[in-house]
C-alpha cells in the first residue's frame, strides 16, 4: 500500500501569508494526487486533481505542483475563509490513501 | 445541482449490521464510480471501497474486507453499503463520494456508531 505522508500537521498563519502544505508518497504516484479542504462539520471539497488541476470553481490562489513522490500545495495569499484542514490523496492505486491532514489555524 | 444523500446510520452493537444508501441526483451516475469514505470523530479520511460505473469492478480497504460490501443500482441513482461483523473501529461518518478516483462529489455524511 502506499503511505501518504503530510507536513506539517498543524500551522498558523496570518491573512494575507503565503501557505505551503507537503504531501510525500511512499513511492511514485506519477501526479495521481488530490487536494481536499474542509471545514469542520462539513464534507471535504475538492481543490486540485492530477496534482496542480484546478477544479472547477476553486480560486487561483491555490495551486498544486510536484512529480514522483513530493508534491505541495500553496495558497498565495491566505484569505479568511481558507482557514481548514487540508488532506491529499493519491489515486495511483488502491488502496487509495488520504494524509493524515494539516490543520490551517488563525495566528 | 449535484446531490448525494445519505442514510442509514445510526447505533449499532458490535457484532451488528447496518446498509447505508445514498441517493445521487444532478449528474449521469451511472456513468461513473462511486465510493465510501469514512473519518472516525476527530480523525483524517479512510476510503473504504470503490464500485465501478457498470457493477463489474469493486475494491475495499483491508480494515473492511470481507465484512462490508458496496452495490449499486443505476436504474435507481443509488450506491449502497452493506456492513457486517460491525467493530467499534468503524464507528465514522460514512460519506458517499464520486465520480473519479478523486472525489469531485461528496454527500453530508451520515454517523455510524458500534457501541454496547
Known amino acids: 500500500d502506499i503511505q501518504m505522508t503530510q507536513s506539517p500537521s498543524s500551522l498558523s498563519a496570518s491573512v494575507g501569508d503565503r501557505v505551503t502544505i507537503t504531501c510525500r508518497a511512499s513511492?511514485?504516484?506519477?501526479?495521481?494526487l488530490a487536494w481536499y479542504q474542509q471545514k469542520p462539520g462539513k464534507a471535504p471539497k475538492l481543490l486540485l486533481y492530477?496534482?496542480?488541476r484546478l477544479e472547477s470553481g476553486v480560486p487561483s490562489r491555490f495551486s498544486g505542483s510536484g512529480s514522483g513522490t513530493d508534491y505541495t500545495l500553496t495558497i498565495s495569499s491566505l484569505q479568511p475563509e481558507d482557514f481548514a484542514t487540508y488532506y491529499c490523496q493519491h489515486y495511483y492505486s488502491t488502496p487509495w490513501t488520504f494524509g493524515q491532514g494539516t490543520k490551517v489555524e488563525i495566528k | 445541482q449535484v446531490q448525494l444523500v445519505e442514510s442509514g446510520g445510526g447505533l449499532v452493537k458490535p457484532g451488528g449490521s447496518l446498509r447505508l444508501s445514498c441517493a445521487a441526483s444532478g449528474f449521469t451516475f451511472s456513468d461513473y464510480y462511486m465510493s465510501w469514505i469514512r473519518q472516525a470523530p476527530g480523525k483524517g479520511l479512510e476510503w473504504v471501497s470503490y464500485?465501478?460505473?457498470?457493477?463489474?469492478?469493486?475494491s475495499y480497504a483491508d480494515s473492511v474486507k470481507g465484512r462490508f460490501t458496496i452495490s449499486r443500482d443505476n436504474a435507481k441513482n443509488s450506491l449502497y453499503l452493506q456492513m457486517n461483523s460491525l467493530r467499534a473501529e468503524d464507528t465514522a461518518v460514512y460519506y458517499c463520494?464520486?465520480?473519479?478516483?478523486?472525489?469531485?462529489?461528496w454527500g453530508q455524511g451520515t454517523l455510524v456508531t458500534v457501541s454496547s
Open positions: 464500485i465501478s460505473s457498470s457493477n463489474n469492478y469493486t
Open positions: 463520494a464520486g465520480k473519479n478516483d478523486y472525489f469531485d462529489y
Open positions: 513511492q511514485g504516484i506519477s501526479n495521481s
Open positions: 492530477a496534482a496542480s
